[in-house]
């Protein structure tokens, strides 16, 4: 009796043992809650797993993750990361690293992690992309956020004005909306469903309709108190994307764009109107 005891006992640790090794993918690693310094030590996370892709590098912070939750961010960061790097002409191989936070977890040994500070949403720096979302919102801003990311290890900062001294730079933030409605668009990913849907079908207006919407949001955007009183139509993210959309559908190159965002200053040289001129050309087009 007793040694059939042992040998179930044995039998029970085996297993379990079989199974906690079986969890674990080959490519991700249990990182046992360390605390990892990232920014160069401005933000220590914990982090949970971790993974070294071919392209990104990926922290986990403690939450319910699933193989098939971290696999999905792993893939959907991988594509994301060389496609906006095309888009941009970032030809470097440096990689971003990516740190993923689940939600709902609040965590008692690090209270002032930055990452869950961060609600249904991201930041990003130079190389660090820093998500914290529920796992139901998943795969969404990745692209976007990894735009940031390239931009700033490119040392570019386009002098579009703000609206205001603590003001978005918008210009930014709709190139980082574009780009990651065209990672959703020409890529196989099932990507940001939340707010694209899921079927790519009449999709192509996307983007100007959620521009005129804005127009309706933020009334005209005539508030100069919130807006500014340069180009205020172009003081939101969605506005900002169709803006830039329509000059790279109608008015010239990927090239041309990237220079005009560079330096708005050139933007008759490059595309024979003033700035005055096209955003009156772009909202007759997206509102006729
Ligand atoms: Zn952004």
Same mark, same amino acid.
């Given at each position: 009796m007793k040694r059939l005891r042992v040998l179930t006992v044995f039998l029970v640790t085996f297993f379990l043992t079989a199974c906690a090794d079986k969890s674990l993918p080959d490519n991700i690693q249990f990182a046992d809650n360390q605390l990892y310094k990232f920014l160069n030590g401005y933000i220590t996370e914990e982090v949970m797993y971790f993974s070294h892709g071919g392209r990104g590098e990926y922290y986990f912070t403690p939450g319910k993750w699933t193989d098939?939750?971290?696999?999905?961010?792993?893939?959907?960061?991988? +594509?994301?990361?060389?496609?906006?790097?095309?888009?941009?002409?970032? =030809?470097?191989?440096?990689?971003?690293? $990516?740190?993923?936070?689940?939600?709902?977890?609040?965590?008692?040994?690090?209270? +002032?992690?930055?990452?869950?500070?961060?609600?249904?949403?991201?930041?990003?720096?130079?190389?660090?992309? $820093?998500?914290?979302?529920s796992n139901k919102l998943t795969p969404?801003?990745?692209?976007?956020?990894?735009? %940031?990311?390239?931009?700033?290890?490119? @040392?570019?900062?386009?002098?579009?004005?703000?609206?205001?001294?603590?003001?978005?730079?918008?210009?930014?933030?709709?190139?980082?909306?574009?780009?990651?409605?065209?990672?959703?668009?020409? =890529?196989? %990913?099932?990507? +940001?469903?939340?707010?694209? @849907?899921?079927?790519?079908?009449?999709?192509?207006?996307?983007?100007?309709?959620?521009?005129?919407?804005?127009?309706?949001? %933020?009334?005209?955007?005539?508030?100069?108190?919130?807006?500014?009183?340069?180009?205020?139509?172009?003081?939101?993210?969605? =506005?900002?994307?169709?803006?830039?959309y329509y000059l790279l559908e109608h008015k010239g190159t990927k090239e041309d764009f990237m220079r005009f965002f560079d330096d708005i200053n050139l933007m008759e040289d490059i595309y024979g109107a003033n700035m005055d001129t096209m955003i009156g050309e772009w909202l007759k087009f997206i509102n006729p």
């Open positions: 098939k939750s971290m696999q999905k961010l792993i893939s959907v960061s991988e +594509d994301g990361l060389k496609f906006a790097k095309d888009w941009l002409g970032y =030809t470097e191989e440096k990689p971003i690293a $990516f740190i993923f936070g689940n939600k709902k977890y609040k965590s008692k040994t690090n209270p +002032d992690s930055f990452i869950q500070g961060i609600w249904d949403g991201g930041g990003a720096f130079e190389g660090e992309v $820093f998500i914290n979302m969404s801003i990745i692209v976007h956020e990894t735009t %940031h990311s390239i931009l700033r290890m490119q @040392g570019r900062m386009s002098n579009f004005p703000l609206p205001n001294e603590n003001g978005p730079m918008f210009l930014e933030e709709g190139l980082c909306n574009v780009i990651d409605y065209l990672f959703f668009l020409e =890529t196989n %990913h099932q990507y +940001d469903t939340n707010r694209y @849907g899921k079927s790519k079908e009449n999709m192509e207006n996307y983007l100007h309709k959620a521009a005129l919407k804005m127009f309706k949001f %933020h009334k005209n955007f005539e508030n100069e108190d919130e807006f500014g009183a340069v180009y205020p139509q172009l003081m939101s993210y969605e =506005t900002a994307a169709s803006f830039i």
